[in-house]
């Protein structure tokens, strides 16, 4: 019964860690007043971006930062786009991931079939063979404990730092922000480099620990569930941490419900998370108001500089 409980619990993690990556990372883009709706694709392209590197040389570091390189390269376009061209938000963030799930699967026509041995896991001496907490705390990859100072580290520079500061104010009001000698568009530019960043760590998580091997469209709507785990958080990073892992752990029980032979259809299991996805976002929309005052002022608001 503890292997069982262990098993269903280290497979929650893995279930959990690529939407931690990318809700932190949406969180910081918002919070600068950007909605970003092109994490679907910029998670896609790190997926392909790191599985290729990892295929090809072996080395999971290089993988890790092909991945999260692969999802910067597609955030600076939407950002350049958005803040520099000014060009719609919302329609910029659905192409691209339209362009990034088409790209993703030219990309990786090559590696359909192939696999990968998995990032490996830092087994700490005396720790790691304890019993339950072991291999749950002590022997995981690197990309699980990043995902956790991840979270820690946002909160930390959101709430304590200078620079947290000014991504929130230019979230609240760009104009104010503007005035008191802020550059807006810099900032709200570097917030969304992280954030394209992180997405691209969530995606390659997918294709080197999740599931190492390359299937197109592999994200199967992580993007969007990241999403609305920003809204469901109230963009605090540490509510969006734990609400992966219940969206996370909601997933797992999809599985195992498969794996036990529960006598409901398949598909409709398949659904839960999605379901779930709707469903918190249905009893948020309850309370409109409550959202639009955690939401920052300025989020999806171009700026034009006057003067």
């Known amino acids: 019964m503890i292997d069982f409980v262990v098993l269903a619990l280290l497979t929650i993690i893995t279930a959990s860690t690529p939407l931690v990556f990318a809700a932190i990372g949406e969180i910081v883009v918002e919070k600068a007043g950007v909605l970003n709706l092109g994490v679907e694709g910029m ?32 955030a600076f376009i939407f950002g350049f786009l958005t803040l520099y061209l000014l060009s719609n938000q919302v329609a910029t963030g659905l192409a691209l991931t339209l362009f990034g799930i088409g790209f993703s699967a030219l990309l990786g026509n090559g590696f359909v079939g192939q696999t990968y041995g998995g990032l490996p896991h830092l087994d700490i001496p005396i720790l790691s063979d304890l019993p339950f907490v072991g291999q749950l705390i002590f022997g995981q990859d690197v990309l699980v404990y990043l995902s956790v100072f991840s979270a820690l580290g946002v909160t930390w520079f959101l709430g304590r730092t200078r620079w947290g500061l000014a991504v929130r104010a230019v979230g609240e009001n760009h104009d104010a922000a503007h005035s008191i000698g802020f550059s807006v568009t810099l900032i709200r530019m570097g917030a969304v480099l992280f954030g394209g960043a992180m997405a691209g760590l969530g995606g390659a998580y997918l294709s080197l620990a999740h599931t190492p091997l390359w299937v197109e469209n592999m994200t199967a709507g992580r993007g969007w569930i990241a999403l609305a785990l920003v809204v469901f958080a109230s963009w605090k990073p540490w509510r969006a941490f734990f609400g992966a892992y219940l969206f996370g752990g909601i997933t797992i029980v999809q599985l195992h419900a498969q794996g036990f032979g529960v006598d409901v259809p398949s598909q409709i ?33 171009s700026f034009h500089a006057s003067g």
């Open 43 to 74: 998670m896609i392209v790190g997926a392909i971006g790191a599985f290729a590197v990892a295929v090809t040389t072996g080395d999971p570091t290089l993988a890790i930062l092909a991945g999260a390189a692969s999802g910067l390269v597609l």
């Open 269 to 301: 299991l398949s659904m839960l998370p999605y379901l779930a996805t709707i469903v918190v976002l249905v009893l948020i929309s309850r309370d409109g108001s409550r959202a639009r005052l955690n939401a920052p002022a300025c989020l999806g608001r």
